[in-house]
């Protein structure tokens, strides 16, 4: 069956480390997405991806960088510069972007907490 | 800028009773409206979506109608179970965005026996 996996499930940082969130898709979406999720708060942007090698800024990138180098494939890291960076976060995947009637696939997250 | 404005929670319901959860939106062209549910500790799974105006999107027992003239599409259920206990995302997607999706805040619905 197609869809998003997202691993680790669960992930431990110590202050001033860097970690990777992995997403990967095996719909053949062009665009990937991630999202951050804090306690009570909806969902903030934070990169996306509409074509392989090309990514975009969303609403809160600072602290975070991504890369696709290939389609399935859209890895999230968490930098030291991210103070406060404890949060669930949520990739997603979508067909062309362009065609809006489709939605986002999501991932199962990841929930990174900072010991 | 597109946004979407949905009703605040928790909500608290008991099995069997009506549910309502409101969302109003704001978009420069035509969009696509959505509504996600979210379970603890899960990622969102698509609940419904409507295209165009008029159009009524369905699935386990939700529904929600596309209502242009008021700019609304609000999720309704006649008779909710525990297992509806989720958080639910009223969501949209416009062309000119170039289809990413914004979303509402969430409203958590809580359903007791």
């Known amino acids: 069956d197609g869809g998003i996996t997202q691993s680790p499930k669960y992930l431990f940082r110590k202050e001033g480390q860097n970690v990777t969130l992995s997403c990967e898709q095996n719909l053949n979406h062009d665009a990937m997405y991630w999202y951050r999720q804090d306690p009570g708060q909806g969902l903030r942007l934070i990169y996306y991806s509409q074509i392989v090698n090309d990514f975009q800024k969303g609403d809160i990138a600072e602290g975070y960088s991504v890369s696709r180098e290939k389609k399935e494939s859209f890895p999230l890291t968490v930098t030291s510069a991210q103070k406060n960076p404890t949060a669930f976060y949520l990739c997603a995947s979508s067909i062309v972007p362009g065609q809006s009637s489709e939605g986002y696939t999501f991932g199962s997250g990841t929930r990174l907490t900072v010991v | 800028g597109d946004s979407v404005t949905q009703m605040e929670g928790p909500v608290t319901l008991s099995e069997e009773a009506f549910l309502t959860i409101n969302c109003t939106y704001t978009?420069?062209?035509?969009?696509?409206l959505f509504w996600y549910v979210q379970y603890p500790g899960e990622g969102l799974q698509l609940l419904l979506k409507a295209t165009k105006a008029d159009d009524k999107g369905s699935n386990k027992g939700f529904e929600a109608t596309y209502r242009k003239e008021t700019t609304s599409f609000h999720l309704e259920k006649g008779s909710v179970q525990v297992s509806d206990s989720a958080v639910y995302f009223c969501a949209l997607s416009d062309v000119g965005g170039g289809n990413k999706l914004t979303f509402g805040t969430g409203t958590q619905l809580k359903v007791e026996l």
């Open positions: 978009a420069t062209g035509y969009p696509s």
